[in-house]
T-cell receptor, first 114, second 113 residues
Framework: DARVTQTPRHKVTEMGQEVTMRCQPI?????VFWYRQTMMQGLELLAY????????DSGMPKDRFSAEMPDATLATLKIQPSEPRDSAVYFC????????????FGPGTRLTVL | AQSVTQLGSHVSVSEGALVLLRCNYS??????LFWYVQYPNQGLQLLLK??????LVKGINGFEAEFKKSETSFHLTKPSAHMSDAAEYFC???????????FGPGTSLSVIP
């Protein structure tokens, strides 16, 4: 059963530290999405890629967040420096096409910034 | 602009009772619509989707949804609730360029024994 994998599953860090979250999309999927989920804001789209090219990252705080796809099997989301308000669950999802296809979500990275 | 509203952030039903979760959308283009479910400590998974074919869409776990263009609605139903249906349910609509999906705020479903 093909699945999206995310590492780490949990991360506790101190304010000001760099955080890197990794995602391995399902083999053959050409779109990757990064979401953030909090109780207050719900599910927010941060950025998405098609064929490794970033299509939109307008949902991300530009000064501290960055998203990349170094290759087709790896997507990364970095926060530098991290702040307590970044505490959330970060999900990666992949799909075969843009919005018309099913998105397959990973299990998420639960980030706590102290 | 595309948007989704879900009436009721929390819904409680008795086991065996009808489940009805409401979703209304706003779209300036013919929409594709989705329902996703999120179980505790897991990612979202697709329940069903409408992609301009049949207006009544059947999904997994006995759920179905009906696309009603005149009402701009896509409500999710299940005839008989099971304890395992307790989860968060998200309705979603495609963006205007069909490049992304806009998720609603979610409805938390509780099933009472």
């Amino acid at each position: 059963d093909a699945r999206v994998t995310q590492t780490p599953r949990h991360k506790v860090t101190e304010m000001g530290q760099e955080v890197t979250m990794r995602c391995q999309p399902i083999l053959g999927h050409n779109t990757v999405f990064w979401y953030r989920q909090t109780m207050m804001q719900g599910l927010e789209l941060l950025a998405y890629f098609r064929n490794r090219a970033p299509l939109d990252d307008s949902g991300m705080p530009k000064d501290r967040f960055s998203a990349e796809m170094p290759d087709a099997t790896l997507a990364t989301l970095k926060i530098q420096p991290s702040e307590p308000r970044d505490s959330a669950v970060y999900f990666c999802a992949s799909g075969r096409d843009l919005s018309t296809d099913t998105q397959y979500f990973g299990p998420g990275t639960r980030l706590t910034v102290l | 602009a595309q948007s989704v509203t879900q009436l009721g952030s929390h819904v409680s039903v008795s086991e065996g009772a009808l489940v009805l979760l409401r979703c209304n959308y706003s779209s300036s283009v013919p929409p594709y619509l989705f329902w996703y479910v999120q179980y505790p400590n897991q990612g979202l998974q697709l329940l069903l989707k409408y992609t301009s074919a049949a207006t009544l869409v059947k999904g997994i776990n006995g759920f179905e949804a009906e696309f009603k263009k005149s009402e701009t609605s896509f409500h999710l139903t299940k005839p008989s609730a099971h304890m395992s249906d307790a989860a968060e349910y998200f309705c979603a609509v495609t963006g205007t360029s069909y490049d992304k999906v806009i998720f609603g705020p979610g409805t938390s479903l509780s099933v009472i024994p």
